[in-house]
C-alpha cells in the first residue's frame, strides 16, 4: 500500500490493531485507556477498530470515540452506535495494524533485612 494515503482514501479501508495486555494486567478500566491511546495515535483512521486482548482470552474492542463494538461477552447487546459501525464498515478490506504485546511490568523489589 502506498505512504502517500489521503485522509479521504483511509475512509475506504476497515483497520484493526490488535493488543495484548502483559500477564499481570486487566480491568476494563485499563483496557479503556490502552484503546483510547491507540485510538488517539491512529486518529486519521476513520474506520479503526482497536481490540485489547486480556491474557485470559477476554477482549474489548473499541473504535473512535471508545464506542466498545466487539466483546469477548457472548450474551452482551451491542449499542445502536456499535451496530451502525458495522454497517458503515461491511466489505470494506481489511488492513492489519500489527499486533502489540504489553511487557510484564513489575513493583520494584524492596530486600527485607533478616
Known sequence: MSKNITAHDHS???YRLV????DNEWG???MDRVASEALV???DKPNLVVVVQEHA???LSYTHGREIVD???DTAVLSHPAREFW???RGLPEVHLGYIRR???RPEMIEVAA
Request: charge should be positive; glycine fraction near 4%; aromatic fraction near 12%.
Open 87 to 89: 454497517e458503515k464498515v
Open 19 to 22: 493488543i495484548q495486555l502483559a
Open 28 to 30: 476494563n478500566q485499563l
Open 71 to 73: 466483546t469477548a461477552n
Open 12 to 14: 475506504k479501508f476497515l
Open 103 to 105: 511487557n510484564v511490568t
Open 57 to 59: 482470552g477476554w477482549f
Open 41 to 43: 495515535e491512529h486518529r
